[in-house]
């Protein structure tokens, strides 16, 4: 991804390989108005013929920037980003796009594009977003777009409250309109397929009480703009075609998946959950062909926003639909959560179209711990995700994964550091700022995970990893990236892309952090890192990332050191 190494250089004032970036400035600390004055001119392949920008399904706190182009066939041409709250007189700088080429992967393909993300953001605001493409070779312009972020959902302000009780349930439940609130008394109800739609203004909500249980299914198929809220539910809720809900603050205890739709829904919001599957934490249960069961939450479709959810006990805690399932996977959010005791992925973010935010969520017991099986070109986004205990691969790059970035990762993991055990060539990644700490490793229900190595990327190709920090209990520091074999820090700092690695160990921490073994189950450690220790200030700043880090650059890993935990699983 050397096209963002050069946009960074441009956002940031230097070279991305340099040292610690700081954000440009028109003297007045807001980066500078985006300039043609070195975009080129020419024709022929080499030159970049721009399409039309867009700013596809925004969510809650981010959006999404797409910049389809043709030509740039040298891979030169880049894209620089300032954002500001409409109306706002201070610009801010985003994070460069990335540079996307076409390609293709299990039976999907993608046109040569810029996408990238703006991240944090505030709900229902408008922003203004300037895109600035330039090209040596031919091919500069400066582009202007406005959208907003969504709203939390919420019941309408002037919404009607309607009592409920198991007698009057389904009578209830067939005339309700838009702003009604639907109000359940204690009580247990059977299984239900709701069959009104709300207004985006307006919502119907479904609301329990203390002792809300209802007995099966909830179904919400084809349904527009309906809130879950409060429900204890033994069984599932299936959304299959909804657009616009909102599942918020059940209780679901399952036998199968927990919150799901089989078919593309779009906007939909799944937060503040608990969610309890049928899965047991042991090694008959890992991998794929293991001895589990069920999704956590599942979604395809664009928009949608899953945070804050606490997921335990299934196959995968939280995952998108894969191959021919896959429809418009792209500008999804999930953030927050809580995920324990997953036997194959955490999160299973396969066949994102681009743009899928994985941002901090702690995994603790985990077969994988975040997967991108494949990415569709990128960029996928794993950001500030804290992982304990995984047991085959933090990162399951496979299925000829492509644009995957990982940003300020923690992971502490059994056998291999950072480990893809695959043949199939995955490529285009670009991670900054993450901590990877193994040991000795061991043969699970038959994988194997390797001796302490802390990389084993040997199907990788055109990576470009710099600014992390790696370790093993073993006390070497060895790999592979690609063909390359390292077996010292200075040697992983002179034959690859690693030229600022630096070495950690289990110290790095402020808490006592004992070496993983798989099993059993673990409680989630404090993975803030040691004041002065070697992960402090060895990071470098990337903007709309990491803006206001604490010294002189920021810390590697998921936390900032002295910062307090984020909240993790329901609010």
Not at 308 to 321: A, E, K, P, T, W
Not at 507 to 525: C, D, L
Request: proline share 6%; glycine share 14%.
């Amino acid at each position: 991804m050397a096209s963002l190494a050069l946009a960074l250089a441009s956002a940031c004032g230097g070279s991305s390989n340099t040292g610690v970036d700081a954000p440009g400035s028109d003297g007045d600390g807001a980066p500078p108005p985006p300039s043609c004055d070195d975009g080129g001119s020419g024709s022929g392949p080499n030159a970049t013929t721009p399409g039309t920008p867009t700013l596809p399904s925004p969510t809650i706190r981010h959006l999404t920037l797409l910049w389809p182009i043709t030509g740039d066939a040298d891979l030169d041409a880049t894209v620089t980003v300032r954002f500001r709250a409409a109306g706002a007189t201070t610009w801010r700088q985003g994070m460069p796009l990335f540079r996307v080429p076409a390609g293709g992967t299990q039976g999907f393909t993608w046109d040569d594009r810029f996408a990238g993300s703006l991240f944090e953001l505030a709900p229902a605001t408008a922003y203004d977003v300037e895109l600035a493409l330039a090209d040596p070779d031919g091919g500069c312009v400066v582009q202007t777009l406005t959208a907003s972020t969504r709203a939390v959902p919420a019941p309408s302000p002037t919404a009607r409250t309607v009592a409920v009780t198991t007698g009057t349930f389904t009578a209830m439940a067939a005339a309700a309109v838009p702003g009604d609130i639907l109000e359940l008394a204690a009580g247990t109800y059977p299984t239900f397929t709701f069959q009104r739609d709300g207004t985006a203004a307006a919502p119907i909500v479904i609301r329990g009480v203390a002792g809300t249980i209802i007995n099966g299914d909830v179904r919400l198929d084809s349904r527009s703009y309906v809130h879950v809220d409060g429900l204890t539910i033994n069984g599932k809720i299936k959304f299959n075609g909804g657009r616009g809900l909102a599942m918020v603050r059940n209780t679901i205890t399952t036998t199968e998946d927990g919150i799901t739709t089989k078919t593309r829904a779009e906007d939909c919001y799944i937060a503040d959950n608990v969610i309890d599957g049928a899965t047991v934490w042991n090694e008959a249960a890992l991998g794929v062909d293991g001895t589990n069961v069920g999704e956590g939450i599942e979604v395809t479709g664009p928009g949608h926003v899953i945070e804050h959810n606490r997921v335990i006990g299934f196959r995968d805690g939280i995952s998108l639909l894969e191959d021919g399932g896959a429809i418009d996977q792209h500008s999804i959010d999930i953030i927050g959560n809580d995920i324990r005791e997953a036997a194959d992925d955490g999160i299973e973010a396969d066949f994102c179209f681009h743009d899928c935010r994985i941002i901090g969520n702690r995994l603790t017991d985990v077969f994988m711990g975040v997967s991108s099986q494949p990415g569709l070109g990128g960029p996928t986004w794993f950001v500030r995700n804290a992982m304990y205990s995984v047991v085959l691969s933090a990162f399951k790059l496979q299925r000829g994964s492509a644009g995957d970035v990982g940003l300020h990762n923690t992971v502490v993991k059994n056998g291999d550091a950072f480990g893809v055990y695959t043949t199939d060539v995955f490529s285009r990644q670009w991670f900054r700022n993450n901590l990877f700490i193994g040991g000795p490793g061991g043969t699970y229900n038959g994988y194997d995970n390797g001796t302490g190595r802390v990389l084993d990327l040997r199907a990788g190709t055109a990576l470009d990893l710099d600014y992390d920090g790696y370790g093993s209990t073993t006390g070497e520091l060895r790999g592979n990236v690609g063909n390359v074999v390292f077996t010292s820090l200075a040697e992983l700092q002179s034959m690859t892309t690693e030229v600022h690695a630096v070495a950690v160990t289990l110290a790095v921490f402020a808490a006592t952090i004992a070496y993983p073994t798989p099993f059993p189950v673990h409680a989630a450690p404090d993975l803030r890192p040691a004041a002065g220790g070697a992960a402090v200030d060895r990071g470098v700043a990337l903007p709309n990332v990491n803006d206001g880090f604490a010294g002189a650059a920021p810390d590697l890993g998921a936390y900032e050191a002295g910062a307090a935990l984020p909240v993790y699983g329901p609010r």
